[in-house]
């Protein structure tokens, strides 16, 4: 068990009576009728009362509907296990200035003035991120890139504190988890979704 990734962009909504009789989503006539199309198709869910109580920005512009992809770009990418995880974003958290994770968790409403924030703050095991998300997190993405990984390089030499230290292995992997998120929301702000899983 653990965390994949999968970005897509592209999206185009599928007006409603271009959708076939008897479809619902993901049943067999919904599979029947994405394997006799030329391209994939997604379902949006935003009547999903769990991830439109605490996180109902993340798929803006969406509505809930199905889409096609039109011409999309791809990438995936295994993050690792859900522990791996955790501490991966524990190191992000301490990389922008927190002592602990658990402090961006007890903020309240969502500044979006913190970098990484939507995702820092956010289901670590499933979800989908839309375009305007995508498009906030791949510029903190890029625009924090050297500082953070400045961060994780002195974590490796034990400063930061001797309870963060890093080995070599650790940091070279925190930096490929890091530039694959980079690209996974750089695709998903192009009309596109980024989903956990």
Same mark, same amino acid.
């Given at each position: 068990?653990?965390?994949?990734?999968?970005?897509?962009?592209?999206? %185009? =909504?599928?007006? =409603?009576?271009?959708?076939?009789?008897?479809?619902?989503?993901?049943?067999?006539?919904?599979?029947?009728?994405?394997?006799?199309?030329?391209?994939?198709?997604?379902?949006?869910?935003?009547?999903?009362?769990?991830?439109?109580?605490?996180?109902?920005?993340?798929?803006?512009?969406? =509505?809930?509907?199905?889409?096609?992809?039109?011409?999309?770009?791809?990438?995936?990418?295994?993050?690792?296990?859900?522990?791996?995880?955790?501490?991966?974003? =524990?190191?992000?958290?301490?990389? %922008?200035?927190?002592?602990? %994770?658990?402090? %961006?968790?007890?903020?309240?409403?969502?500044?979006?003035?913190?970098?990484?924030?939507?995702?820092?703050?956010?289901?670590?095991?499933?979800?989908?991120?839309?375009?305007?998300?995508?498009?906030?997190?791949?510029?903190?993405?890029?625009?924090?890139?050297?500082?953070?990984?400045?961060?994780?390089?002195?974590?490796?030499?034990?400063?930061?504190?001797?309870?963060?230290?890093?080995?070599?292995?650790?940091?070279?992997?925190?930096?490929?988890?890091?530039?694959?998120?980079?690209?996974?929301?750089?695709?998903?702000?192009?009309?596109?979704?980024?989903?956990?899983?």
């Amino acid at each position: 068990m653990g965390l994949d990734v999968a970005a897509t962009n592209g999206l %185009i =909504k599928i007006p =409603k009576e271009e959708i076939p009789h008897g479809v619902e989503p993901y049943n067999d006539e919904f599979y029947d009728w994405e394997n006799n199309a030329d391209w994939h198709i997604k379902y949006i869910n935003r009547e999903d009362g769990y991830f439109e109580e605490y996180w109902n920005h993340h798929l803006d512009p969406f =509505k809930t509907g199905y889409y096609r992809e039109d011409d999309a770009d791809y990438h995936s990418f295994r993050v690792g296990s859900y522990s791996y995880y955790n501490n991966w974003r =524990k190191i992000l958290a301490l990389a %922008i200035g927190f002592d602990n %994770i658990g402090d %961006i968790w007890n903020l309240g409403p969502y500044d979006a003035e913190i970098p990484f924030i939507e995702l820092l703050d956010f289901s670590d095991a499933e979800g989908n991120i839309g375009p305007v998300v995508s498009e906030k997190l791949y510029n903190d993405f890029e625009d924090r890139q050297e500082e953070v990984f400045e961060f994780v390089d002195n974590l490796m030499f034990g400063i930061g504190g001797s309870d963060n230290k890093l080995s070599m292995t650790q940091v070279r992997d925190f930096k490929s988890v890091y530039e694959d998120w980079k690209l996974a929301f750089e695709i998903g702000q192009d009309r596109g979704i980024v989903t956990l899983q």
